[in-house]
Nanobody, 122 residues
């Protein structure tokens, strides 16, 4: 079993930055770690993933160039650095993990965190 716990969300003004963290407990060797987000009334969307070794990453077009995913395997933690935040980035951000492809939808992930709220004011 894998448990995930996100932190780092909050309220920030447009143009600001936040860094989300996701700590995993349990064995995550060879797992892809992903960040998803879900705005009110919308589907949960994939925004970034990183392979276990960190050699491969994926970003949705909506966050490319502004967000950076990284990880520290020694601490079993994955990060999402979010810069140049926009009001449309407002959502609950979820961490997920599983043995999946780099680009995979929500249905392929078994393990999820509880989510952390990010609110960007204009």
């Amino acid at each position: 079993q894998v448990q995930l716990e996100e932190s780092g969300g909050g309220l920030v003004q447009a143009g600001g930055s936040l860094r989300l963290s996701c700590v995993a407990s349990g064995r995550t060797f060879s797992y892809v770690m992903g960040w998803f987000r879900q705005a009110p009334g919308k589907e949960r969307d994939l925004i970034a993933t990183i392979t276990y070794g960190g050699s491969t990453t994926y970003y949705a077009d909506s966050v490319k160039g502004r967000f950076t995913i990284s990880k520290d395997n020694a601490k079993n933690t994955v990060f999402l650095q979010m810069n140049s935040l926009k009001p449309e980035d407002t959502a609950v951000y979820y961490c997920a993990a599983d043995r999946v492809r780099v680009v995979a939808g929500t249905e392929y992930y078994r393990y999820w965190g509880q989510g952390t709220q990010v609110t960007v004011s204009s």
